[in-house]
């Protein structure tokens, strides 16, 4: 965090990690696009990532990646469990870099809220004659709604395979060229679900206690930490509460972002929600900003907002105030990839297009 004699940043500030250094404090925030095939990224995924660091942000963060192929969300989720996957995301982080951005890639594992449909089939889970599969979480607890496959409970064998495939999918991110790694601990996913006490029923040492529902995630974050160099950033995805009572709260979201920050964690990216199906959610303009800004300042370490940001104020004033270092930007990207130059823009500020785009911005 910056002292009293250096002026306070903006958006278009640049923002140094470790040796990493981003152009602005924009990132596209990580988004399934249900286009894969048995893990492997595709033009698709080309056009889509690229395209969104010609438009100028700071970040391009892949969506959630399935480090086995059971911790895919859907048969159209991205994965990186075998080499196969590595040599089309180089070329997509290799392009990411060319054109200014920084290359990150959300690794993770959906838990008992993998083997879904696409969401444009309706994305309920899939029975295994339709090309789903079992599915594995802390307890045997269904999410619910459409949703209704009962997850197996892990043994703690399941657990240390895991852990294990996060470090081998981390060292396939970095032979892939990203320079940004981000674990998805939110949302209702594996990671998430051992940290809420409603999914979580364990009474072995990976359940009860805060510590204790946090052990996978440290543990994991320990081991990746071990292969993912010093010299680039880890972040961390949560969801900062669960938006139900008994659940996942804020005051624990600071509590897990300090034991994060000493394992060598140098963000918290900070959604919530989609960890149990009956929350009570009311959704406003940067309704998740307050949740950075109390783990930024309750935990001492750099945070990401996210969550209903779409105008260029409202993310310029969310990094002057100091609530968050970085803003990531979902489906204001998708409308419009070149939210970066339409923002500078809007702020006065002046920023480089690709040569080829010259005499355009
Ligand atoms: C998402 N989101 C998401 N989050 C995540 O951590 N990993 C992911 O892969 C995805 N996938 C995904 C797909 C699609 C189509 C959407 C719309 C969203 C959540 C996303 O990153 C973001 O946190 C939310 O969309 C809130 O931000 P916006 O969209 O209000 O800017
Ligand atoms: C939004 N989504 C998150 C996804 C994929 C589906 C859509 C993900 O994290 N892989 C979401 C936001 C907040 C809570 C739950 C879901």
């Given at each position: 965090m910056e002292n009293d004699s250096?002026?306070?940043?903006?958006?278009?500030?640049?923002?140094t990690v470790r040796s990493v250094t981003l152009r602005n404090r924009i990132g596209v925030s990580p988004m399934c696009q249900y286009s894969a095939a048995d893990g492997v990224a595709n033009d698709w995924h080309y056009v889509h990532l690229g395209s969104?660091?010609?438009?100028?942000?700071?970040?391009?963060?892949?969506?959630?990646?399935?480090?086995?192929?059971?911790?895919?969300?859907?048969?159209?989720?991205?994965?990186?469990?075998?080499?196969k996957h590595s040599e089309p995301?180089?070329?997509?982080?290799?392009?990411?870099?060319?054109?200014?951005?920084?290359a990150g890639i959300q690794i993770a594992h959906a838990g008992r809220k993998a083997?879904?449909?696409?969401?444009?089939?309706g994305g309920a889970h899939l029975a295994d004659a339709q090309g789903g599969w079992p599915t594995i979480a802390p307890s045997a607890i269904p999410f619910g709604d459409t949703l209704?496959?009962?997850?197996?409970?892990?043994?703690?064998?399941d657990i240390q395979r895991v852990q294990n495939e996060f470090v081998a999918a981390a060292k396939r991110a970095l032979t892939a060229g990203?320079?940004?790694?981000?674990?998805?601990?939110?949302?209702?996913?594996?990671?998430?679900?051992?940290?809420?006490?409603?999914?979580n029923h364990r009474t072995d040492q990976y359940g009860g206690s805060l510590e204790n529902r946090s052990r996978l995630?440290?543990?994991t974050t320990r081991a990746v930490r071990q292969v993912w160099p010093d010299n680039l950033p880890l972040t961390v995805r949560i969801s900062a509460t669960d938006w139900k009572a008994g659940g996942w709260e804020i005051e624990q979201s600071i509590a897990l972002a300090k034991l994060l920050k000493a394992e060598g964690v140098d963000l918290m990216d900070c959604s919530s929600g989609g960890v149990v199906a009956d929350a009570k959610i009311t959704v406003a303009p940067g309704y998740q900003v307050p949740f950075a800004e109390?783990?930024?300042?309750?935990?001492?370490?750099?945070?990401?907002?996210?969550?209903?940001?779409?105008?260029?104020?409202?993310?310029?004033?969310?990094?002057?105030?100091?609530?968050?270092?970085?803003?990531l930007l979902g489906r204001q990207m998708l409308v419009d990839p070149y939210w970066p130059a339409h923002a500078a823009k809007a702020l006065g500020q002046k920023i480089t297009p690709p040569n080829q785009y010259l005499r355009a911005w």
């Open positions: 250096t002026p306070a940043p903006h958006l278009f500030s640049p923002l969104r660091a010609v438009g100028g942000a700071g970040l391009v963060i892949v969506e959630a990646t399935a480090v086995a192929p059971e911790g895919r969300i859907t048969p159209g989720c991205l994965g990186l469990w075998s080499d995301l180089a070329r997509i982080a290799k392009f990411v870099k060319e054109h200014g951005a920084v083997s879904a449909d696409l969401p444009w089939r209704t496959k009962v997850p197996r409970a892990m043994t703690v064998a990203f320079n940004w790694l981000e674990l998805h601990a939110a949302h209702g996913y594996l990671f998430s679900e051992f940290l809420s006490p409603h999914t995630l440290l543990d109390k783990i930024r300042h309750g935990a001492s370490i750099a945070t990401a907002a996210v969550g209903f940001i779409t105008e260029a104020k409202q993310a310029d004033d969310i990094v002057r105030h100091g609530q968050a270092d970085v803003v």
